[in-house]
């Protein structure tokens, strides 16, 4: 399982191992944490009193000197996992929920007529509405979108990376996500 990184404020930071998360806590550098404990590691034996090092793993840990991620302040970076995501693995044209493997990311404005390849102009479309607006605006192709596109906030594109989130993760992020966010549905 991996740990959510944060800086002293809060702010997300990475998804970070298990193993990454203990030479913090052995560096002394975890200001504070939230959740229970999911792992707990076991070192050496200690010569003078003869007791067991450990380190208790926690979910979420926020992490003492780090400078403010550059990410909080731009956009997130596009892919399509986290596009599929976004959309709930719905057709933006049909609105069929569809695998993975049969979703398409679809230019509303295609990117042979100017349209950039970003947050914005990007909706899941399965393969058979894709090839049918083809080269089209929806509108020339007389198809209408059920949803918007939007950028998601640090806290969604933490939650859309697809990671296996557990229970204290997920309510921590969630907490921070716009109730307008498809990821509230």
């Given at each position: 399982m991996d740990v959510l990184q944060l800086d002293v404020s809060g702010r997300p930071q990475a998804?970070?191992?298990?193993?990454?998360?203990?030479?913090?806590?052995?560096?002394?550098?975890?200001a504070w944490t939230?959740?229970?404990?999911f792992q707990v590691l076991r070192g050496g034996i200690q010569r003078v009193s003869g007791l067991q090092s450990r380190i208790e793993l926690h979910p979420i840990i926020a992490v003492r000197g780090t400078v403010p991620s550059r990410a909080w302040r731009q956009a997130p970076a596009l892919s399509n996992l986290k596009?599929?995501?976004?959309?709930?693995?719905?057709c933006a044209y049909c609105g069929g929920h569809?695998?993975?493997?049969?979703?398409?990311?679809e230019h509303i404005t295609p990117v042979s007529r100017g349209g950039a390849d970003?947050?914005?102009?990007?909706?899941?479309?399965?393969?058979?509405?894709?090839?049918?607006?083809?080269?089209?605006?929806?509108?020339?192709?007389?198809?209408?979108?059920?949803y918007l596109p939007y950028v998601p906030s640090l806290h969604e594109?933490?939650?859309l990376r697809g990671r296996r989130i557990v229970a204290d993760q997920m309510d921590f992020l969630l907490a921070s996500v716009p109730r307008s966010s498809r990821l509230h549905a």
């Amino acid at each position: 399982m991996d740990v959510l990184q944060l800086d002293v404020s809060g702010r997300p930071q990475a998804w970070i191992a298990a193993r990454d998360a203990a030479v913090l806590y052995a560096c002394d550098a975890v200001a504070w944490t939230l959740g229970d404990t999911f792992q707990v590691l076991r070192g050496g034996i200690q010569r003078v009193s003869g007791l067991q090092s450990r380190i208790e793993l926690h979910p979420i840990i926020a992490v003492r000197g780090t400078v403010p991620s550059r990410a909080w302040r731009q956009a997130p970076a596009l892919s399509n996992l986290k596009l599929f995501n976004r959309d709930r693995q719905i057709c933006a044209y049909c609105g069929g929920h569809f695998h993975f493997d049969e979703l398409t990311r679809e230019h509303i404005t295609p990117v042979s007529r100017g349209g950039a390849d970003s947050w914005m102009n990007c909706i899941t479309a399965c393969r058979a509405c894709n090839g049918r607006k083809g080269n089209r605006l929806p509108e020339e192709a007389r198809m209408s979108l059920l949803y918007l596109p939007y950028v998601p906030s640090l806290h969604e594109d933490m939650i859309l990376r697809g990671r296996r989130i557990v229970a204290d993760q997920m309510d921590f992020l969630l907490a921070s996500v716009p109730r307008s966010s498809r990821l509230h549905a």
